[in-house]
Every structure is written in structure tokens, then in C-alpha cells.
């Protein structure tokens, strides 16, 4: 089974994908998505992914489904799990909005 990535060269979100299936081991294949021009935005990418956007979630999916090959990305020991959801969890809703936009406005833009 070869699995597809969609997303942009540039996007971390894609970056953080593309590292979790190099990390477990997974041959994928890359479909860029045009974001400059609006691709995710046109109705063959709203199918895939109503909200219009490149997300990360699949991330996850991936660590788990491939968890007997490559290192463990998640945690099973549960006071480790909560360290690690707790860390995901800041970094999604206090870092990466702001780190993102920093980013867009003073090296994408520029
Ligand atoms: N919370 C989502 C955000 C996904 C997201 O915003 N992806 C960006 C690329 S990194 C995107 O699709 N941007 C295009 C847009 O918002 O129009 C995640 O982290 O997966």
C-alpha cells in the first residue's frame, strides 16, 4: 500500500506529515496542492477536506497505525501519553498560531 500525501512544499503541516511517515517508514507519494493559486479551496480538494485546509491530524493516525515499524512516536505508559498530549496540546493552540503567522508575514511574504 502506497500512501498519498496531499499538501504544499512549504506547509509545516505537510512537513509534519512527510516526517511522521519517513519517521515510521511508510513509502508515500506527493501531490502538491497549490495553495498560492487557491487549489485547496476548488472542489477536488473540498471532497478530500471540506474545511479547505492542509491539516496534521493524520499525523496520529499514521504513528498508530504503523507503530510496530520505526521508533514510537506515541506513548503508551499513561502518565507519558498525558506529558505528550499535553505537549501536542500547547504547541497546536498556543504556539503554532502565533509561529505561523510570524513566519507567513516575515519569511513567506518577504
Ligand atoms: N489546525 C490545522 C490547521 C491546518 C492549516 O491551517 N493548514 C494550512 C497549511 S499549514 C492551510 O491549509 N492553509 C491554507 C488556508 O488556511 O487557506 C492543523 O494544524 O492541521
Do not use: W
Amino acid at each position: 500500500m502506497t500512501i498519498t500525501l496531499h499538501g504544499h512544499s512549504f506547509s509545516t503541516c505537510t512537513k509534519r506529515v512527510a516526517i511522521v511517515l519517513q519517521e515510521k517508514q511508510v513509502p508515500f507519494k506527493f501531490i502538491e496542492v497549490d495553495l498560492p493559486k487557491g487549489e485547496h479551496l476548488k472542489p477536488a480538494h473540498l471532497e478530500k477536506q471540506p474545511f479547505g485546509k492542509i491539516p496534521r491530524a493524520i499525523a496520529r493516525y499514521i504513528a498508530e497505525k504503523f507503530a510496530d515499524q520505526g521508533p514510537a512516536l506515541i506513548p503508551t505508559d499513561l502518565k507519558a501519553k498525558g506529558h505528550f498530549e499535553q505537549a501536542a496540546s500547547v504547541e497546536l493552540a498556543n504556539y503554532d498560531v502565533y509561529i505561523s503567522n510570524a513566519i507567513f508575514e516575515n519569511i513567506v511574504k518577504t
